[in-house]
């Protein structure tokens, strides 16, 4: 998965805001306080995506029923990828940038010719989704039968509507980003996710038993459907009060120049390759773990399958989600315009900048990840019908993701190198060894390891995949750009690893005395969560100043002047 596909974690309407302006030659300082404020929004829309995963599951289990609904519910997120999503990072967002360079009116009517003609192509996308919701199960579902693949199918003809506000709205955000107006896209998935878990709560509310496949009702399933269908189509409304803010109207219009569209074809074929590519990947794996999770409940082995791996998923993405797209975002429109004029040394500074700033939010999130898994996985999960045992599952995978997050946020920012260059073919051959170690790996944890362990094995196939991504990614880039700062991503990395060894050891054993005390339950769980991350934290930031990681103090410095009354 992710990315290629962000699962759903479409995350809230805010009223128009002035335009972030960059500051020349702010590196490090600059880059943060671009994206702050996509930092806070994101901050927001995961943590409220968090009660959204935790009301599901607690609603749904991590059974039969919710591999149902959450492979159903993936596939709108997967045709939308396939069909359009890496077009707009890779292709629209460059291009758009470009145009105004060019010529500011020109580039506004631009704008809206690739508006129109996205809109066009969602509504004919969504209604071939629709007629194609069996096939996409038979893809996805990996052995579903009998009422579980009933309902599936049903599942995904109605959430293929999702499709198109999905679309709408990816597009919309893409085009704030150009104008450097970052707060709303990171803001609007908060009031899909205050709808899903308002959904969610409802569901329990009606489900007096334990449902399944065979005994969901149809007014819970249009309860299900209509609360996961309104909450896109709402995250997509929310866009439009900051859309009309930034100068943005939409005429339809189709006038395409001569040449427009055989540039924008040229960039993204390739694009689309590696969109397909990776899309093959994860429905190896989607099919795997839906494939595992059959087994399990055939062998007695409870639920195994592909909720835990997708609930795991989501908990992984956070620090990324929160530190690594937020400098992304920021960093996109500004490589894009170093790229544009020859500037390949401004380039490369700006991902080492990127590239160090999200190594000091993510690989102390990666070590509290990998020590206090069945504390975070117990605390939010093992709720209603998910039990403590279920809890631990995903904690399995979690831990296995953990090793993932460093290489995967790394090779997310280089795609955007990439991108910014407008090399969309690159990318698609990397994604080729990306994608054959996944599949081989997870091909191998199905066939080699016992049930119960399949998709632990699959999460560790990502990170392995994940590590040849960025090492290949890295040693192409070096060449392009002559050089990658190596010297100094290199020390920043070592003097970060120092200060990370106070945070696992206070954190694991904050974890393991609650444990032999108290045992494993939503209590010790919560103490153990708040004082091993605090304690770990404060003691990861003592030892990251005694060794001078400029990034650090960089960050504490930008947090601090944004506090009232601190300058």
């Given amino acids: 998965m992710e990315t290629a596909v962000d699962v759903p974690l479409p995350d809230g309407a805010e009223p128009p805001t002035p335009p972030v302006e960059e500051e020349k030659g702010g590196g490090a300082s600059g880059i943060l306080k671009s994206g702050a404020v996509m930092a806070i929004g994101t901050l927001a829309s995961r943590v409220t995506g968090f009660l959204r995963t935790a009301m599901l599951v607690a609603a749904l289990g991590t059974g039969a029923l919710a591999d149902a609904y959450n492979t159903a519910n993936t596939v709108p997120f997967i045709v939308y990828d396939l069909l359009l999503g890496g077009v707009l990072t890779a292709v629209v967002v460059p291009l758009i940038v470009r145009a105004r360079e060019r010529d500011a009116a020109y580039g506004a009517r631009y704008e809206q010719r690739l508006f129109t003609l996205a809109v066009l192509g969602l509504a004919v996308i969504t209604a071939v989704a629709v007629a194609l919701g069996p096939v996409f199960i038979s893809l996805y579902g990996g052995g579903m039968k009998g009422d579980q693949r009933d309902l599936a199918v049903m599942f995904a003809r109605l959430f293929a509507v999702q499709i198109f506000f999905l679309g709408v709205s990816a597009f919309s955000g893409a085009i704030l980003n150009t104008r450097k107006r970052f707060g709303a896209p990171m803001w609007a998935p908060v009031l899909n996710n205050i709808v899903i878990c308002c959904t969610a709560a409802a569901f329990l509310l009606v489900s007096s038993d334990t449902v399944t496949p065979g005994s969901v009702s149809d007014g819970q399933v249009g309860l299900l459907a209509g609360g996961t269908i309104g909450g896109m189509a709402l995250q997509t409304l929310a866009l439009w009060p900051s859309l009309r803010g930034s100068g943005f109207r939409w005429r339809p219009r189709l006038d395409f120049r001569k040449g427009e569209l055989g540039q924008m074809g040229r960039m993204a074929v390739w694009t689309l390759s590696y969109v397909v590519i990776t899309q093959v990947g994860f429905a190896v794996t989607t099919r795997l773990g839906n494939a595992a999770g059959v087994l ?11 909720t835990p791996y997708f609930n795991a998923y989501q908990l992984f993405q956070l620090p990324y989600a929160i530190i690594g797209v937020s400098v992304i975002t920021a960093l996109l429109p500004r490589m894009s315009e170093h790229a544009a004029s020859g500037r390949m040394q401004e380039v490369r500074d700006d991902f080492s900048s990127g590239l160090r700033l999200c190594s000091v939010v993510i690989l102390p999130a990666a070590a509290l990840m990998a020590v206090l898994a069945p504390d975070i996985t117990v605390v939010l999960f093992a709720h209603g019908q998910t039990t ?7 904690a399995n995978v979690l831990e296995a993701f953990a090793v993932a997050l460093v290489p995967f946020a790394a090779y997310q ?28 790996m997870a091909l191998a944890a199905y066939n080699l390891l016992p049930t119960d362990k399949i998709i632990v094995g ?7 995949a994940q590590t040849i991504g960025a090492v290949v990614g890295w040693a192409v ?14 020390v920043t990395y070592l003097k970060l690893a120092v200060a990370l060894w106070p945070l696992v050891g206070f954190a694991y054993a904050a974890h393991a005395v609650l444990e032999a005390g108290m045992g494993a339950g939503l209590v010790p769980g919560v103490i153990s969560l708040v004082v091993g991350s605090a304690g770990g934290g404060v003691l990861y930031l003592l030892f990251a100043k005694l060794m001078r990681v400029g990034e650090v103090q960089t960050m504490i410095s930008t947090i601090s002047s944004r506090i009232p009354g601190r300058r």
Avoid: C, H, K, W
Wanted: hydrophobic share 50%.
């Fill in 477 to 490: 880039l070096r060449r392009r750009l002559g050089g990658m700062d190596g010297r100094r991503v290199f």
């Fill in 388 to 394: 403590v045992g279920n809890a631990q599952v995903i």
């Fill in 413 to 440: 920012l280089m795609l955007r190198v990439f991108y910014a260059m407008q090399d969309t073919r690159t990318p698609a051959f990397i994604s080729v060894a990306v994608v054959a170690t996944n599949i081989a």
């Fill in 458 to 464: 699959i999460a560790a196939g990502f990170g392995l």
């Fill in 296 to 306: 399990g409940r055939e062998e007695g082995l409870g639920d195994v399958g592909y």
